[in-house]
């Protein structure tokens, strides 16, 4: 067992020989997120143009290889995975990682095996993520209304999104239901989708829109700062901070006339990187110390040049060694050029 201790600043110190992966600044990498594919059968437009370049097939790492890179990460600390995407569900064959993966859940070497998703395959594979060991999802869902969705989602149908959740929870897993807040679309709707959402048993968390990859628009016409939808909310609702934490970036409030939570993730009014447990791998096994910005490390090629892990573990110690303070997102009119050029698909959410 690798025994770590946080001091007083919350970062922690590593007091056994095994190491878990440490970066620069004490923060243990715990938290690996796994963007299965860059591709979707959506085109949310605050996530991806409407004509988007997809990679080649062939540069994909098979699944085989993600679930050798991914038992590679767990051996070295890593308690917490998420595959994302992209649509993570429409990866050909992506029930063989996630029934690999559970593996790790079952014999509790991981504590948590979970995705990220768009809802739309989730009625066909709920059962099955559950058989595997996935026990908590998030699901992406920007609205209640159908034509608001078509709209955001350009190519999505709600009602299928619906089925999904409803297979999920009928399968016993914990849903959580994710939302961008987008000033002008949805914002005067969080209301009604908070007390839809602890209706059903489900957290709500609204995500900031963070400036990744050309879009067919301009992102700061419905960027929602949360500073300001906490407030406009606190009219109708009362809102308590409570220190509950599901390894994420979020931060979360107790609603009291609903009995749910609320959580925010603020990537753009209040940075959330002193406590970064995460690093995130592509689908080309291209590892991204953070998800702002540029540096990577190259995975692949350790990966395929011997089947002993030890060059490979040797290249991920040094890549966390270039683990960053943070990132430097800002959204501005005058800046006409995303922050990261990468879409969110690449890296995931
Ligand atoms: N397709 C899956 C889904 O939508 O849940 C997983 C991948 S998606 C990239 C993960 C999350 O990122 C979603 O909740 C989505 O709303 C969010 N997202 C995408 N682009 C974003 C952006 N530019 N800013 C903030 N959140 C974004
Ligand atoms: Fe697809 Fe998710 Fe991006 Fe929407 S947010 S386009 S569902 S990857």
Partial sequence: MNTVTIDRIGAYKLTDAKAPMIDPFGRA?????????????????????????????KDLLTLEELNRLCSAFIAKGV?????????????????????????????GTLDELTLTTNGSQLSKFAAELA??????????????????????????????????????????????????????????????????????GMDLT????????????????????????????????????IPYKTGGPARYLQVAETGGRLGLITPMTHNFCESCNRVRLTCTGTLYMCLGQNDAADLRTPLRASDDDAYLSSVIDE???????????????????????????????
């Fill in 206 to 241: 609204l995500i900031e829109t963070m400036p990744m990859g050309e879009i067919d628009e301009d992102r700061t016409d419905h960027y929602m700062p949360l500073s300001e939808m906490r407030d406009t909310l606190a009219q109708q609702f009362s809102f308590s901070d």
């Fill in 29 to 57: 990498v715990t938290y690996l997120r796994v963007s299965v594919t860059d591709r979707c059968d959506f085109r949310c437009t605050y996530c991806m143009a409407e004509n988007m370049t997809f990679l080649p097939k």
């Fill in 79 to 107: 308690r917490k995975l998420r595959l994302t995407g992209g649509e993570p569900l429409v990866r050909k064959n992506v029930m063989f990682l996630v029934r690999e993966l559970g593996k790790h859940v079952h014999a």
């Fill in 131 to 200: 058989d595997c060991g996935v026990r908590r999802i998030n699901v992406s869902l920007d609205t209640l209304d159908p034509e608001k969705f078509k709209q955001i989602t350009r190519w999505g149908e709600l009602s299928k999104v619906m089925e999904g959740i409803d297979a999920a929870q009928a399968a016993g897993i914990h849903v959580k239901i994710n939302a961008v807040a987008l000033k002008g679309f949805n914002d005067t709707e969080i209301p009604a989708m908070m007390r839809w959402a602890h209706g059903r």
């Fill in 319 to 349: 890549a966390i060694t270039r683990k960053p303070k943070g990132h430097d997102f800002i959204i501005d009119r005058t800046r006409n050029k995303p922050a990261v050029a990468r879409h969110m698909s690449v890296t995931g959410g």
